[in-house]
């Protein structure tokens, strides 16, 4: 990454690409039909509320400054959290308000500081909306070029949320982690991080869904009523800790497994505090457990739990209702195509 960096650095130095309109002011910028038109389609909404507040419209290109790169979107993923937002169940920005964190897509101009050129493939955080045509973005890492956009976009958050959780939970190989939510996007980059690892992993996952847990070298079974019991069955003397990535009420197993709260975290559980377990979340943090996890799926140590469950930009609402059934394998990831 440093040596990509540094290389990035020299091709500025000897300036590849700044003879776009930014040129003068410090952007380098690609000279595509977005500069032409100077408008993107993207998802907006003025309220709280279901999916139908959700509105496509038409706005300017934004334009990058500073460290900011302008990313024209090929893949925007669609995350828990987009619709948690919208809901109003998590805080999120002053409206008109933007949808989406997560984009995978390709650099179209870059901010003066930028450490990235014009026309690098990238993924990560988008900031002021994900779901849209282009987007800023600074939190990035470079897309392998053998993964797609499609399944890149899966990467992002998953794997920093997982990496993270992960690190706070310090496992040591041979010890066994519980992860609730084996099949879902965070849930599986975990198990299979976690198998990387060397660590023993049982995952709780739907009926449906077992063979996948399974395939990520997790011992699996099923959530809901008597999951401890099916737990201690598969784990006789105990789980060493326990990673819950999908909440629905699984704290209470959890601490009944591990005798107490020590070793426990959960990322979708809001009871958590009340319960004395600790709720994790990694809105930062260094980027190399991101990279790292986009390195493995491109080698195909890890893989995703199954392709992308594709809608166009425009159907935003359709595809956050898909997120918010809690269910279904891959994720889901909004396609733009760039005017
Ligand atoms: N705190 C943070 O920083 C952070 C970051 C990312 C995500 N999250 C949260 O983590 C959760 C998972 O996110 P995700 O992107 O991985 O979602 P996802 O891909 O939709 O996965 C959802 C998972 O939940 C499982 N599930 C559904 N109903 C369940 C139940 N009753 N009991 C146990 N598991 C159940 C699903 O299993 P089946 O499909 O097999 O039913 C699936 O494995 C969301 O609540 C999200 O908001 C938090």
């Given at each position: 990454m440093i040596r990509a960096c540094a290389a990035r650095r020299a091709r500025r130095a000897k300036g590849d690409a700044a003879d776009g309109p930014g040129a003068g002011s410090g952007i380098r910028e690609a000279s595509g039909p977005a500069h032409k038109l100077g408008r993107m389609q993207a998802i907006q909404y003025d309220e709280t509320g279901g999916p139908e507040v959700l509105r496509l419209v038409d706005v300017p290109v934004p334009e990058p400054e500073g460290a900011r790169v302008r990313v024209a979107v090929r893949a925007a993923g669609v995350n828990p959290a987009d619709w948690k937002i919208r809901r109003g169940l998590m805080p999120g920005p002053q409206f008109p308000r933007r949808a989406g964190i997560e984009i995978a897509g390709v650099v179209d101009a870059a901010g003066p500081e930028a450490a990235w050129q014009v026309g690098d493939e990238v993924i990560g955080w988008a900031e002021g909306g994900g779901y849209a045509e282009f987007a800023l973005a600074e939190r990035l890492v470079a897309k392998p070029a053998e993964l797609s956009f499609l399944d890149a976009v899966a990467i992002p958050v998953a794997a920093n949320t997982a990496g993270g959780g992960l690190a706070e939970l310090n496992l040591e190989p041979d010890e066994t982690l519980l992860v609730n939510g084996a099949s879902g996007a965070v849930g599986s980059m975990a198990a299979q991080l976690a198998r990387a690892a060397g660590v023993r992993v049982i995952g709780t996952a739907s009926a449906a869904n077992q063979d996948v847990v399974q395939s990520f070298g997790a011992t699996p079974t099923t959530y809901g009523e008597g999951v401890a019991d099916r737990v201690r069955a598969l784990a006789p003397n105990g789980v060493d800790a326990v990673f819950?990535?999908?909440?629905?009420?699984?704290l209470d197993a959890a601490i009944e497994l591990r005798g107490g709260t020590d070793r426990i975290i959960t990322i979708a559980d809001v009871s958590a505090e009340e319960k004395g377990v600790r709720f994790y979340s990694r809105?930062?943090?260094?980027?190399d457990i991101v990279a790292e996890a986009a390195r493995l799926l491109a080698a195909e140590a890890i893989r995703l739990p199954a392709p992308a469950r594709t809608f166009p930009l425009a159907e935003a609402a359709a595809a956050q209702r898909e997120s918010e059934s809690g269910h279904g394998l891959g994720k889901i990831v909004l396609i733009t195509a760039p005017r």
């Open positions: 819950d990535c999908a909440g629905h009420g699984f809105p930062g943090g260094p980027l």
